[in-house]
C-alpha cells in the first residue's frame, strides 16, 4: 500500500502552493491560484451537504476541459464521495446509462451537453448543476419553478430537496458564516479516507450493454501521483497545456491530478483543439512537459515534416555525410520549437507511436518517450525518461509494478502481458464475471496485450490479444458494441468492425433473403448500406464512426461457440 494518502496529497499541495497560479483556462481570461480553488472546494463541500450527499455517494462528470470540471472532481473526491467521470463525446444514450449504472445522485455538465440529456432518463440522479456557474440546472422531476413558489409560501415545503438552499446566494451565506475569519491555509481540511477505498468509477466504453465502470481507489491513483513526484516528472511552477480529455485516464492522472499535487500550472484546452491551436497554445504557455497521444505527434510529422523530407533537393543533401547532421539539427530545432520549446520531454502514451516516425524521432534526437498502460491501472504500468528511453519499447515496468510474460512462445517469447501492483484496479463495478476473467487469484492482472519483457524490465509491446481497438488519439474502441448497433439495421445479417490504417471500416455479411424479398439491385443495397452507416454514426461516439461498409459474400467462419473468427479478417483492407 502506498504510505501517501491520495486525499492528504491534495490538501497538502492547496497549502504548500496557496500563492501560485494553478488553473488557467486557454483563451479565456481565467486564472486560479490554488488558494482560489481550495476556496471554491470549499464552496462545493457546502452545496454537496445541502444536496445531502453522504461518503461514497456517486456525483457524474461530464463536459469539456476546464478549471471548473478539474473543482468538482477534487470537491468530489476531497468530500469522500465517488466521482463518475465521463467522456463528453459520448452519445445520450450512453451518458444516461453510464449515470444510472453507476447510480450517480449528482450530475455536473456541460450546458451544451445537457440540451441533449432527457431529464426523464436519469433515474437516480436528484440534482443536476451546471459547469459553466455551478447553478442549480433543475432537481431531476422536480420542476424548481413550483417548488420555489412553495418554499415561499409554506415554513415546511415537503420535498427531497429545497432548491432555495442551493443557490449560489444561500451557499455563499453559508461559506461566510463558517470562515467568519477568512479562508485560509488551515481550512483546508479533507476527510479522512483511506487508500483502499473507492473514489472514481472509469467507464472505458459508454454503450449499452457493454460498458464496464473500473473500480479505481486511492491507491491507484496515488501510486501514479507519488511516481510522477519521486521521478520529478513535474514540479511546483511547471506549465502544462492539458489538451487529452480529463475523462480519460491518462490525462486525469498526469495533466491534472499530478499536476495539482506538485503545484504545476495547468492551461485548459476545451473540446479536441485543432492542429494550430494547439501549436499557438504551445507557443504561448511554453510547456516544460507534454503528456501526448501519437496522433498529434503524427499529425507534425506528416504535414510539416515528411513533405520536407520527400523533396529530391533534401534526399540528395540526407545522403551526403555530415551535411545531412546539419539538415536534420535543423528540422529537430523546428519540431522543438513547434512544441514551444521550453520541454525536456515529450510523453507518448495512449495508442501505439508509428514506426517510421518513432524512428525518424530517434535519428533526430528528439526528446520523446513511450509509455504504457490501461484504465485498469489509473493508468500507468511502465515509463522511461527520455534519457533512458529504449527505442521500439514501451519503457520500464514502474517500481511499484511488477509485469511478466503469461505462456511465452518457445521460439519469439512472446506471451500475453501480466501485470501486478498498486497500480491495479480493484475490479469492474456490478461485474464480477468480467472481473474474474480479467484478475486472477493471484492479483495478476491480464491485459490482454502480446509482448515481450527484457532483463531490465523494458516492455516491448507487440500486439493486442483483444478485440479492444486504440484510436490514435488514444480512446478505447470495442468493436462489438458498434456491431451490435449496426446488426439490428435493415439488411444486415452480422457484421465485422476492423482498423484500417486509423479508420473503421465496417465488414457487412447481407441478409440477402430479405434482399431478394424487396428485390433490392446491388446498387439499392449499397444505397441502404450508406444509410446505415450514416445513422450509425450519429448514435456513437465521434472517435467511433465507421469510415466505409463494404459487403461480404457469406457468413464469417466461426468457432463451435459461433463467435466470429476475427483473426482472419484483420487484414481485409490491407493492401
Known amino acids: 500500500m502506498i504510505k501517501e494518502n491520495f486525499i492528504r496529497l491534495f490538501e497538502d499541495s492547496f497549502r504548500k502552493n496557496w500563492d501560485l497560479n494553478a488553473y488557467t483556462n486557454y483563451g479565456e ?66 451518458v444516461h446509462h453510464i449515470i444510472n449504472h453507476s447510480e450517480s445522485k449528482v450530475l455536473f455538465v456541460s450546458d451544451y451537453i445537457w440540451e441533449n440529456l432527457e431529464e426523464s432518463n436519469l433515474r437516480t440522479v436528484k440534482a443536476v448543476y451546471s459547469l459553466s456557474d455551478f447553478r442549480l440546472i433543475t432537481l431531476v422531476n422536480q420542476p424548481i419553478a413550483t417548488l420555489l413558489e412553495e418554499s415561499e409560501s409554506k415554513e415546511n415545503i415537503v420535498a427531497p430537496l429545497n432548491p432555495g438552499k442551493l443557490t449560489k446566494e444561500h451557499i455563499t451565506e453559508l461559506f461566510d458564516k463558517k470562515y467568519s475569519d477568512g479562508f485560509h491555509k488551515d481550512s483546508v481540511r479533507y476527510i479522512d479516507k483511506p487508500n483502499s477505498e473507492l473514489v472514481c468509477i472509469s467507464y472505458t466504453s459508454g454503450t449499452t ?255 493486442r490479444n483483444k478485440t479492444m481497438i486504440l484510436s490514435a488519439n488514444g480512446q478505447n474502441i470495442y468493436p462489438e458494441e458498434i456491431e451490435a448497433k449496426l446488426n439490428n439495421m435493415p439488411f444486415v445479417m452480422e457484421s465485422l468492425v476492423i482498423d484500417s490504417k486509423g479508420k473503421l471500416m465496417a465488414l457487412v455479411c447481407p441478409d440477402y433473403e430479405a434482399v431478394d424479398a424487396e428485390g433490392l439491385s446491388q446498387e439499392q443495397l449499397e444505397k441502404v448500406m450508406e444509410e446505415n452507416r450514416k445513422l450509425l454514426n450519429s448514435s456513437v461516439a465521434a472517435y467511433e464512426s465507421v469510415a466505409k461498409i463494404h459487403l461480404y459474400p457469406h457468413e464469417f467462419e466461426k468457432t463451435p461457440k459461433k463467435s466470429i473468427k476475427r483473426y482472419l479478417y484483420t487484414t481485409a483492407f490491407e493492401s
Open 29 to 94: 481570461n481565467l486564472t486560479l491560484t490554488y488558494a482560489q480553488v481550495a476556496e471554491e472546494i470549499a464552496r462545493l463541500h457546502l452545496l454537496f451537504e445541502q444536496t445531502e450527499i453522504k461518503k461514497d455517494d456517486k456525483i457524474a462528470l461530464i463536459g469539456k476541459n476546464n478549471a471548473n470540471w478539474a473543482i468538482t472532481y477534487l470537491a468530489t473526491v476531497t468530500y469522500g464521495a465517488v466521482i463518475i467521470p465521463i467522456l463528453q463525446d459520448f452519445n445520450p444514450n450512453d
Open 209 to 463: 450493454g457493454f460498458s464496464k465502470g473500473v473500480m479505481l481507489t486511492g491507491n491507484n491513483f496515488a501510486g501514479n501521483i507519488t511516481f510522477g513526484i519521486r521521478t520529478k516528472l513535474l514540479a511546483p511552477g511547471f506549465k502544462l497545456v492539458a489538451f487529452l480529455p480529463l475523462a480519460h485516464a491518462y490525462g486525469c492522472a498526469f495533466d491534472f491530478l499530478t499536476a495539482t499535487c506538485t503545484g504545476s500550472h495547468v492551461h485548459f484546452i476545451g473540446r479536441t483543439p485543432s492542429a494550430k491551436i494547439l501549436l499557438n497554445a504551445f507557443a504561448e504557455v511554453r510547456p516544460n512537459v507534454i503528456f501526448c497521444v501519437p496522433l498529434i505527434i503524427e499529425k507534425i510529422y506528416k504535414k510539416q515534416i515528411q513533405p520536407l523530407l520527400e523533396r529530391p533537393s533534401m534526399r540528395w543533401v540526407l545522403s551526403i555525410p555530415f551535411l545531412d547532421q546539419t539538415i536534420l539539427a535543423q528540422i529537430r530545432k523546428k519540431l522543438i520549437d513547434a512544441f514551444g520549446g521550453n520541454f525536456s520531454q515529450v510523453i507518448v502514451g495512449g495508442a501505439p507511436l508509428n514506426a517510421e516516425v518513432e524512428e525518424f524521432f530517434n535519428k533526430i534526437k528528439f526528446p520523446f518517450t513511450v509509455g504504457y498502460g490501461m484504465t485498469e491501472c489509473a493508468p500507468l504500468i511502465s515509463y522511461s525518461h527520455t534519457n533512458d528511453f529504449l527505442p521500439k519499447s514501451a519503457g520500464k515496468v514502474l517500481d511499484i509494478m511488477e509485469a511478466k510474460i503469461d505462456r511465452p512462445d518457445p521460439k519469439t517469447g512472446v506471451g500475453e502481458i501480466f501485470v501486478r501492483g498498486e497500480n491495479v484496479m480493484k475490479g469492474y463495478y456490478k461485474n464480477e464475471e468480467s472481473t474474474k476473467e480479467i484478475l486472477d487469484d493471484e492479483g495478476w492482472l491480464h491485459t490482454g496485450d502480446l509482448g515481450t519483457i527484457d532483463a531490465n524490465g523494458n516492455i516491448f509491446i507487440r500486439g
